[in-house]
T-cell receptor, first 115, second 110 residues
Framework: DARVTQTPRHKVTEMGQEVTMRCQPILGHNTVFWYRQTMMQGLELLAYFRNRAPLDDSGMPKDRFSAEMPDATLATLKIQPSEPRDSAVYFC?????????????FGDGTRLSIL | QQQVKQSPQSLIVQKGGISIINCAYENTAFDYFPWYQQFPGKGPALLIAIRPDVSEKKEGRFTISFNKSAKQFSLHIMDSQPGDSATYFCAASNFNKFYFGSGTKLNVKP
């Protein structure tokens, strides 16, 4: 059963440190999404890639967040410097675009705590 | 501006009862409406989805009702079970960009 894999599952670090979260999309999928989930804001879209090219990162604080896809099997989300307000669960999802909308498949997330 | 509005925020249902979660949207360009189920510590998992050319879709105990003119859709869980206790998210999509509702925490009492 194909799955989206996210690492690490948990991360606790101090304010100001760099945080890198990784995502391995389902093999063959050509879209990757990064979401942030908090109690207050729900699921917020941070960035969206298609065929490894960034299509939309309007939801991402540009000054400290960056998202990349160095190859088709790896997507990264970095926060530098991290702040306590970044504490949340970060989800990666992948999907396959074939003309019409197709479902997204989520990983189990990275639970990030910034002290 | 929230693209998809979901209600209720929480729901308690007795085992065997019907759970109903509602969502509304404004953008008529949305053309795909999935529902996701999320258990604690897990990512959302696709439960059932519908496209706007049909008014209802049923998969087992789960049914989506879709009202295009009212721009509303709902999830019905028949014969609700304690194992259905989870958070449910509706979503709407256009050009493969998804907008999620705020979630409904369902608790099915034994």
């Amino acid at each position: 059963d194909a799955r989206v894999t996210q690492t690490p599952r948990h991360k606790v670090t101090e304010m100001g440190q760099e945080v890198t979260m990784r995502c391995q999309p389902i093999l063959g999928h050509n879209t990757v999404f990064w979401y942030r989930q908090t109690m207050m804001q729900g699921l917020e879209l941070l960035a969206y890639f298609r065929n490894r090219a960034p299509l939309d990162d309007s939801g991402m604080p540009k000054d400290r967040f960056s998202a990349e896809m160095p190859d088709a099997t790896l997507a990264t989300l970095k926060i530098q410097p991290s702040e306590p307000r970044d504490s949340a669960v970060y989800f990666c999802a992948s999907g396959l675009v074939m003309g019409s909308n197709q479902p997204q498949h989520f990983g189990d997330g990275t639970r990030l705590s910034i002290l | 501006q929230q693209q998809v509005k979901q209600s209720p925020q929480s729901l308690i249902v007795q085992k065997g009862g019907i759970s109903i979660i509602n969502c509304a949207y404004e953008n008529t360009a949305f053309d795909y409406f999935p529902w996701y189920q999320q258990f604690p510590g897990k990512g959302p998992a696709l439960l059932i989805a519908i496209r706007p050319d049909v008014s209802e879709k049923k998969e087992g105990r789960f049914t989506i009702s879709f009202n295009k003119s009212a721009k509303q859709f709902s999830l019905h869980i028949m014969d609700s079970q304690p194992g259905d206790s989870a958070t449910y998210f509706c979503a709407a999509s256009n050009f493969n960009k998804f907008y999620f509702g705020s979630g409904t925490k369902l608790n099915v009492k034994p």
